[in-house]
């Protein structure tokens, strides 16, 4: 039996809650170590980029240009638990009090958000 196809998937994760749903501050230690062993626990590792990510991008709640920094994440995922990564950035945008998360999945973008109910 041929083994899954596996993929390159990569996030953003901003070092600080987002300041127009929540107030900027710094995420706690907590939050951090819960994605980590959300990522271990479902797909056996991960990588932090090195370096810190700085980004600019137009909020659709106000149009105003934001910006933010962030971590980059990345897993080699099989294609039949991306799913699963999504619905983990799903939660992520409440841990992380996030309007939503940048997914790359073998180079196609998508922008995760929280599921309705979840947002903080």
Not at 28 to 50: M, V
Not at 59 to 67: E, F, N, V, Y
Request: proline share 5%.
């Amino acid at each position: 039996m041929p083994s899954p196809k596996i993929v390159e998937c990569s996030f953003l994760i901003p070092l600080h809650r987002d300041f127009e749903i929540s107030d900027g501050e710094r995420h706690a230690r907590q939050s951090w170590n819960w994605l980590n062993d959300e990522l271990y626990c479902r797909f056996e590792g991960r990588t932090i980029a090195p370096g810190v990510y700085k980004g600019t991008w137009k909020s659709p709640r106000t149009g105003k240009a934001l910006h933010d920094e962030t971590r980059k994440y990345i897993i080699a995922a099989p294609k039949t638990k991306i799913d699963g990564l999504r619905a983990v950035l799903r939660e992520a945008c409440s841990v992380f009090e996030q309007q939503c998360i940048y997914l790359n999945v073998a180079g196609e973008v998508e922008f995760i958000e929280a599921e309705h109910g979840q947002e903080t």
